[in-house]
C-alpha cells in the first residue's frame, strides 16, 4: 500500500507540534491502520501486505512545511 507518514502519531510532534490538519493526518493514520490489519489476515496465506511511504513532495501545497522538506531522520 502506498501511504504516508503523515498517519505516523510519532510524527506529529515534529511536523505538527501545534496540531492541525486533523482530518488529513487522521485518514492517514486510517490507512496506515488498515495495511498492517490486512497484513494480519493474510499473512497466512503467504500474501505479504506493507504500507510505504514514497517520500515528501515539494509543491505549493506543502511549501508551508520547507523546513521538514530536506529532514532525513524522525524522533
Do not use: Y
Amino acid at each position: 500500500m502506498i501511504t504516508s507518514q503523515a498517519g505516523s502519531v510519532a510524527w506529529r510532534t515534529t511536523q505538527n507540534p501545534e496540531g492541525h490538519d486533523f482530518g488529513h493526518h487522521m485518514g492517514k493514520a486510517a490507512a496506515n491502520m488498515m495495511g498492517m490489519l490486512v497484513n494480519q489476515e493474510l499473512k497466512h496465506s503467504g500474501v505479504v501486505v506493507f504500507c510505504l511511504h514514497p517520500g515528501f513532495n515539494k509543491t505549493d501545497m506543502t511549501e508551508k512545511l520547507k523546513d521538514d522538506w530536506e529532514a532525513t531522520t524522525r524522533p
